[in-house]
């Protein structure tokens, strides 16, 4: 079973412009699935790679099918076993390889390449799995959420290791409150772990935009300094009707886009505002790719 890139359940634009010659970029508009039909994105994301040199090895291989995504073999997903150990969570997520030839790879295309492996799971569920397209029957444990009903999809913290565990083969912690806190990540295939950078709030919403990269971790705080929610900065490649920068995120109802329709739960491109919470509750910012 395959998912492929542009089986994406939302209307959004995903343009990857060829690396030679400045040549004119390639737009695909993908089609509405999940959703189904009732909500069209008014954002686009607009990448400095063709496609096969930015997620290529996504399009086949392991990386590309859903049923490698755990540690365990799909054949034991919904087994007996895997519901006494992991309940309502489902099996745990596998450790990706690194893809072949990373390190002469650019920040760039490290940044690019984990939002669009975030992009492959837009208008997945908000659920509180391990993996994305772990698929429980009607019996099974689940813990309660907006979506109203168990099924495929991530929570914010689940998504965002998933994320750049599937683009880099970088490993950590889905607990938000200790992905929060990180100072150090897994890289497979190297025992010296890798180093992350932590930046303090920056001191206004325009140095935000500014300071921020694409890849960039944004972590939310309630009044006691605990982690509540994390999602991804989009940075220069995002793209809005009205400018605004975007996050990739998995989350609840309580955003609107630019055209200001509500965007549905899970995850999606969500706009970051000057009066939204993503502002007002970022505590501090992670930032992986160096």
């Known amino acids: 079973m ?5 089986a994406l359940p939302c209307c959004l634009a995903i343009m990857f412009t060829p690396l030679l010659h400045g040549q004119e970029n390639i ?25 096969e040199e930015l997620i290529g090895d996504m399009l086949s291989g392991l990386r590309s ?3 490698e995504e755990s540690s365990i073999p799909f054949h034991e997903w919904y087994s007996p076993k895997v519901r006494k150990e992991y309940g309502s969570w489902g099996p745990p997520v596998r450790h990706y390889p690194q893809p072949e030839g990373i390190h002469k790879r650019t920040v760039k295309w490290k940044q690019e390449r984990v939002i669009a492996t975030g992009l492959r799971f837009l208008g997945y569920d908000y659920q509180h799995h391990h993996i994305p397209d772990w698929n429980p029957p009607e019996n099974w444990p689940w813990k309660e959420v907006g979506a109203g009903h168990n099924g495929k999809g991530v929570d914010c913290s ?14 950590f912690t889905s607990d938000v409150k200790l992905q929060a806190e990180l100072t150090h990540v897994k890289v497979h295939g190297q025992e010296k772990e890798l180093k992350i950078e932590r930046i303090e709030r920056p001191k206004t919403y325009e140095d935000f935009v500014r300071e921020l990269r694409t890849g960039d971790l944004l972590f939310l705080t309630r009044q006691n300094g605990e982690a509540f929610h994390v999602v991804i900065w989009v940075g220069a490649i995002g793209q809005s009707p009205d400018n605004m920068p975007l996050v990739l995120d998995s989350t609840g109802t309580k955003h609107v886009d630019a055209g200001g329709i509500s965007i549905p739960q899970g995850i999606h491109l969500r706009p970051f ?9 970022t505590s501090h910012i992670l930032r992986i790719i160096n």
Not at 158 to 171: E, Q
Not at 275 to 280: C, E, L
């Open 158 to 171: 689940d998504f965002t290791a998933f994320v750049y565990n599937l683009a880099l083969g970088i490993k």
């Open 65 to 67: 099918d859903p049923e």
């Open 27 to 51: 737009a695909a508009e993908v089609e509405k699935s999940l959703t189904g039909g009732k909500y069209s994105s008014s954002y686009a994301v607009k990448f400095s790679f063709s496609r």
């Open 273 to 281: 505002t000057s009066k939204s919470n993503y502002f007002q509750r």
């Open 2 to 6: 395959k998912r492929f890139f542009c």
